[in-house]
């Protein structure tokens, strides 16, 4: 039982129960709660072979650790996801596709990363293990089943990490706002890894020098700089673009 963990929302706890029902130990959910969203929520459990216990709100919120679960609180077995870059790496088809985030502290934050991650096809989300957050249930929540689907691998030293990638050919972007070239600049259509700082402090030194290339993100208007997902959204999607309008050609 050591290993179980906590899922709460609709999407995180949906999320499992389409892609590993049998990994669900128990779903609690709130009974005052009778809206349509609900119901069929309910039903899907049920449906899937899930054990329902009848909660109330105090009760899930002290389950959940937080009050923002929506009324609905899973206890789940842990499930086994690749821990290191070479098993994933063994794993893909086709070119890798690799965020790499250095510095991202906030669960809010990792949680909307690994969601823009799955969308865009990202194989791995790679972080240093002394400067960053790890996987919780609030992470698992925001990233509405994205934390279920994409490996998160929290390594001891980033730089190293990032040379081993080089090693196998993986073209190492990273993000900075005194680079010359842009992110619509340069072919992404390549083994690629794209490197994003937390906001403010941006990248490590070290990290941005162990980078083959830097490139920004144009800013038109008066703010200096986007929210680590928001610019994890735009460089992954462009690298997409780039990969699909090449299979096109």
Known sequence: ???????????????????HPESIVEVHYDTTRRDQRMRSFVDRARDGGAKLI????????KIAGTTRHQGVVAKVQALAMPQFLDDVMETIEGMP??????????????????????????HAVV??????VGLNATVAKV?????ET???????NLARSLKELKEMDVWVVGTSDQAE???YDIDLNRPLALVLGAEGDGMRQLTAKTCDELVRIPMLGSVESLNVSVA?????YEAMRQRQAGKKG
């Open 127 to 132: 972080a240093p293990k002394d400067h960053a």
């Open 150 to 156: 994409v490996p998160y691998l929290m390594v001891t």
């Open 54 to 61: 009848e909660s109330d709100d105090d009760r899930l919120a």
């Open 181 to 183: 070239k842009s992110i």
């Open 143 to 147: 990233a509405s089943g994205a934390a």
């Open 1 to 19: 039982m050591s290993s179980n963990k906590i899922l709460f929302g609709f999407h995180a706890v949906t999320v499992r129960l389409k892609t």
């Open 97 to 122: 596709l690799v965020l790499v985030l250095d510095g991202v502290t906030d669960p809010h934050n990792l949680g909307a990363c690994l969601r823009v991650a799955d969308g865009a096809g990202a």
């Open 232 to 236: 994890a959204g735009v460089c992954l």
